[in-house]
Protein backbone atom coordinates (compact mmCIF):
# COMPACT_ATOMS: atom_id res chain seq x y z
CA UNK A 1 0.00 0.00 0.00
CA UNK A 2 1.78 3.22 -1.56
CA UNK A 3 0.97 6.57 -1.29
CA UNK A 4 -1.16 6.71 -4.23
CA UNK A 5 -3.33 4.11 -1.96
CA UNK A 6 -3.71 6.06 0.58
CA UNK A 7 -4.17 9.49 -1.36
CA UNK A 8 -7.29 7.73 -3.34
CA UNK A 9 -8.69 6.73 -0.12
CA UNK A 10 -9.25 9.92 1.53
CA UNK A 11 -10.95 11.05 -1.42
CA UNK A 12 -14.37 10.51 -2.61
CA UNK A 13 -17.68 11.23 -0.22
CA UNK A 14 -16.53 9.37 2.39
CA UNK A 15 -12.58 9.14 2.99
CA UNK A 16 -11.66 5.78 5.16
CA UNK A 17 -8.28 4.31 5.69
CA UNK A 18 -8.53 0.21 6.02
CA UNK A 19 -7.37 -1.04 9.15
CA UNK A 20 -4.53 -2.69 7.80
CA UNK A 21 -2.61 0.57 7.86
CA UNK A 22 -2.37 0.86 11.41
CA UNK A 23 -1.95 -2.71 12.56
CA UNK A 24 0.52 -5.60 11.10
CA UNK A 25 -0.98 -9.08 10.68
CA UNK A 26 -0.47 -10.10 14.30
CA UNK A 27 -1.68 -7.11 15.69
CA UNK A 28 -5.27 -7.58 13.31
CA UNK A 29 -5.46 -10.85 14.99
CA UNK A 30 -5.23 -10.39 18.06
CA UNK A 31 -7.32 -6.70 18.20
CA UNK A 32 -10.42 -9.65 16.32
CA UNK A 33 -10.20 -11.98 18.82
CA UNK A 34 -10.00 -9.69 21.72
CA UNK A 35 -13.02 -7.89 20.40
CA UNK A 36 -15.48 -10.89 19.90
CA UNK A 37 -14.45 -12.18 23.35
CA UNK A 38 -17.94 -12.69 25.91
CA UNK A 39 -16.08 -10.75 28.41
CA UNK A 40 -15.87 -7.66 25.85
CA UNK A 41 -18.70 -6.14 25.44
CA UNK A 42 -17.90 -2.49 23.96
CA UNK A 43 -18.20 -3.89 20.57
CA UNK A 44 -21.43 -5.31 20.82
CA UNK A 45 -23.10 -2.51 23.21
CA UNK A 46 -22.18 0.40 20.87
CA UNK A 47 -23.39 -1.99 17.41
CA UNK A 48 -26.67 -2.40 19.63
CA UNK A 49 -26.51 1.39 20.58
CA UNK A 50 -26.30 2.61 16.60
CA UNK A 51 -28.88 0.45 15.61
CA UNK A 52 -31.20 1.15 17.97
CA UNK A 53 -30.50 5.25 17.66
CA UNK A 54 -28.59 5.49 14.44
CA UNK A 55 -31.63 7.01 12.44
CA UNK A 56 -32.30 9.78 15.56
CA UNK A 57 -28.27 10.23 15.99
CA UNK A 58 -28.37 11.37 12.33
CA UNK A 59 -30.78 13.59 12.30
CA UNK A 60 -29.00 15.63 14.82
CA UNK A 61 -26.04 15.81 12.09
CA UNK A 62 -26.12 19.05 9.61
CA UNK A 63 -26.29 18.19 6.31
CA UNK A 64 -22.46 18.01 4.54
CA UNK A 65 -20.90 17.99 8.62
CA UNK A 66 -18.11 15.25 8.65
CA UNK A 67 -18.56 13.03 11.95
CA UNK A 68 -15.11 11.62 13.12
CA UNK A 69 -15.17 8.19 15.27
CA UNK A 70 -12.23 8.25 17.86
CA UNK A 71 -13.16 4.97 18.57
CA UNK A 72 -13.90 3.52 22.49
CA UNK A 73 -11.08 3.70 24.69
Same mark, same amino acid.
Do not use: C
Given at each position: ??????????? *? /?????????????? *???????????? /???????? %??????? *?????????????? %??L???
Open positions: MGKTFVAAKLK *G /ERPRLPDELLYDDA *GLQLWSDIIYLP /EYYQTRDE %IALLERN *GAEIASHIATGATL %IDGAG
